[in-house]
């Protein structure tokens, strides 16, 4: 029997698509998923979020010309010549605290005391601060000239009315809530957190710390997931091991919904006899399932499921594979969520130390790290291509991108790295 066009049958006899590229399957993924609703909150709980908006000032910063010195508030004019050899003596009309509007006029000839924050009053140009001055009340006796402007804080000069202050998509830090708070903007629209459920499927699976019976392993991909997506600013539910049996993995997934805005599975998406993933999710007819041409993380998943058609993402089980994939496509999928750019990591140019191998027709992701300490960045492979080397995993900070055409990379040339968490001591 002869396979379709564009794709061949399988041994079960369903249709597999021809391999992707990264790109094709990453917009695929994209499209897929889309910033969440924004949510107002007030400051105090929109603090660590994302700006969903521009925020515009309603106010000018300062909202009045002020004084930014303790002292005495004159015209320029007066006191053109004060020196100490020649010091000038003005007469104080009364004093302007910081929280008023002020009562007086500058005339030419006199002065105000003004406090540091207090309105300049008006006709005065410049604040002489107390220190070039005796400090008196009813009188004072200036020793040194200010220039026009001096120590007056203008309308506007940091922020003008109708300005926008914060960009869309701006992590709200201590400064950006404070600028907030300053404007006079008690809540903000935020980006809310994705919800993230993640689960690890496999009848292979132990939780860790529990006993290995022969042929099990410990779960690492669902707290590594977990991990990942708390990294990416998401909120993660660890589901835990799912194992091979189509009830309960439906009922899983089928149980986790109501609280999740993107779910991520690991594992059973490969050729294998219980690969219970693909075969029950590829039934629903709403999940796709691609090989993907890179390596790590050949094989993919992406579709929807449930009443609210929740985004779905199945990750090769291979932990390596499971982590590229991430890096891959689930965060820069989050990111859109969070409606945060760029969605993906920074790529920089650096010297590969060692040569390296790459399979033909797949982009590569090999694990490494960089240093970037020197006059150009170098980057030392970590282990070899193997899919289960988390040993290795847990040593990189950084993934060289090997091309599809190259199936060999010298030592001493330049390659793409993709830029990891750094968490060295
Ligand atoms: N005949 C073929 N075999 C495989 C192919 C293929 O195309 N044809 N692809 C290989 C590639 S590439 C990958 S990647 C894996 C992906 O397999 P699955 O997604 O189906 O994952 P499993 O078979 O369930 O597990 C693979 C491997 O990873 C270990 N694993 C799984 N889950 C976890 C976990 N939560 N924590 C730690 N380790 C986990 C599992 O024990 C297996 O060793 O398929 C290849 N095979
Ligand atoms: O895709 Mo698998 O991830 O090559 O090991």
Request: glycine share 10%; net charge negative; with cysteine.
């Amino acid at each position: 029997m002869s396979a379709p066009q564009g794709g061949q049958l399988w041994a079960s006899g369903r249709r597999q698509h021809d391999p992707v590229s990264v790109e094709e399957h990453l917009e695929r993924v994209l499209r897929g998923v889309a910033p969440l609703a924004p949510l107002d909150l007030v400051l105090a709980e929109a603090h660590g979020r994302l700006l969903a908006e521009d925020v515009v000032s309603a106010t000018a910063l300062p909202p009045f010309d002020n004084s930014s010195m303790d002292g005495y508030a004159v015209r320029v004019e007066d006191v053109a010549g004060a020196s100490e050899s020649t010091p000038v003596t003005l007469p104080v009309v009364g004093d302007v605290p910081a929280g008023t509007a002020s009562p007086y006029t500058v005339q030419p000839g006199f002065t105000a005391r003004v406090m540091t924050g207090a309105p300049l009053p008006p006709g005065a140009e410049a604040v002489v601060p107390v220190e070039w001055t005796d400090g008196g009340v009813a009188a004072v006796v200036v020793r040194r000239a200010p220039e026009p402007g001096q120590y007056v804080r203008r309308r506007g000069e940091d922020v003008a009315e109708g300005e926008t202050v914060l960009r869309a998509g701006t992590r709200i830090g201590p400064p950006q809530v404070g600028l907030l708070a300053a404007v006079g903007r008690p809540r903000v629209p935020v980006r809310p957190r994705p919800r993230v459920v993640v689960m690890s499927t496999g009848s292979e699976l132990v939780e860790p710390g529990q006993p290995l019976a022969p042929g099990q392993i410990s779960d690492s991909n669902s707290f590594m997931l977990t991990a990942a997506v708390r990294e990416a600013g998401c909120i993660a539910y660890n589901v835990g091991i799912v194992p091979d049996e189509r009830r309960v993995l439906l009922d899983a997934i089928e149980d986790q919904l109501i609280r999740a805005d993107l779910v991520i599975t690991t594992g059973g998406v490969s050729a294998g006899a219980y690969d219970m993933v693909k075969d029950v999710l590829s039934r629903l007819g709403t999940v796709r399932f691609d090989r993907v041409r890179m390596q790590p993380g050949m094989p993919q998943g992406f579709g929807v499921v449930g009443p609210d058609s929740t985004p779905i993402i199945t990750l090769p089980g291979n932990p390596v594979s499971a982590f590229v994939s991430f890096e891959v496509f689930v965060r820069p999928a989050l990111r859109r969520m969070l409606g945060v750019e760029p969605l993906q990591r920074p790529l920089v140019r650096a010297v590969l130390t060692e040569g390296l191998r790459s399979p033909a027709g797949k982009r590569q992701y090999a694990r490494a790290r960089l240093d970037a300490s020197g006059p150009r960045p170098r980057v030392a492979p970590v282990g070899g291509p193997g899919s289960h080397l988390v040993g290795d995993l847990a040593l990189s900070d950084a993934l060289v991108v090997v091309p599809e055409d190259v199936t060999e990379v010298p030592a001493g040339a330049e390659v793409d790295v993709m830029v990891l968490e750094r968490r060295r001591a």
